[in-house]
C-alpha cells in the first residue's frame, strides 16, 4: 500500500525553514546596518574634533599674522626713510625679527588622521555623500594652500637669521650695544633687505588670505558633521 506524502506538511516546514533563514539574513542586515550606523557616528566624532583642532588653529593664526605684518609695515617704512635715532633703529630689529614669524610653509597642517584612516580603511563610503565631498575639498583646500605659500618661501628669514642676534625666535638679544645696532642698521641699508621685506610682506598678506578661506571652510565642515551626529 502506497504511503500517501503529508504534502501540507511538508510545505509549512519547508515555510519555516525559509522563514528563519530570511529572517537570520533580515536580522544579519539590520545588525550591520546598526554596526555601520554607530561606526559612521564614531567617525562623524572625530572627524568634528580634527576641524575644531583646525578651527583653533586658524583662528590663533590671524592676530599672529596681523603683528608680523604690521612689524614688515613699519620696517618696510624705516628703510624707505631711514631714522638713526637708537629708539627708532631698537624698534627696527624688533620689527624684522617680529616679521620672520611664519616665514616658512610650517604650521599650515590640517589634522587629517581620521580623514586619512577612512581613506585607508577603505570605509569612506560609511559616510553620506554631502559629507564626503565637503571633507575632500576641504584638505584639498589646505594642501593647495600650503603649496603655494611654500612655494613663495623668500629669503627673508635666513637673511634675518644671520643679520641679528637673538634672545629668543622672535626676539632681539638684549644689551646689544648701541654702536652694533647702528652697524646693523647700516647694513640693512646698505644691502637688499627693502626687496626681501617687501616680498615677505607680500607673502604674510597671501598667508592671510588663505587662513580666512580655509577657516571658512573648516567652520562649514564641522556645521555639516553636527548636523550629520543629530540625525
Known sequence: MTKQIPWLRVLLEGLVIVSSILLAFGIDAWWENVKD???EAAYLSRLEADLRVDLSEWDGQGPVLSLKQAALDRALSWIQAPDEAPQAIDQLLEDLAQGTIFAYEGGFVAQSATFDELISSGTLGLLS???RTALQNYYRLVETHRARLAARQTGFAPA???LIPRESEFIVLEGLDESYKARVAEQILTSNIEALVIAERNRG???????ETVLEQAQ???DLLVAGRSK
Open 205 to 211: 598678506r597671501a598667508r592671510q588670505g588663505a587662513i
Open 160 to 162: 634675518m637669521y644671520g
Open 129 to 131: 555623500p554631502e559629507v
Open 220 to 222: 562649514a565642515v564641522v
Open 37 to 39: 550606523g554607530r561606526s
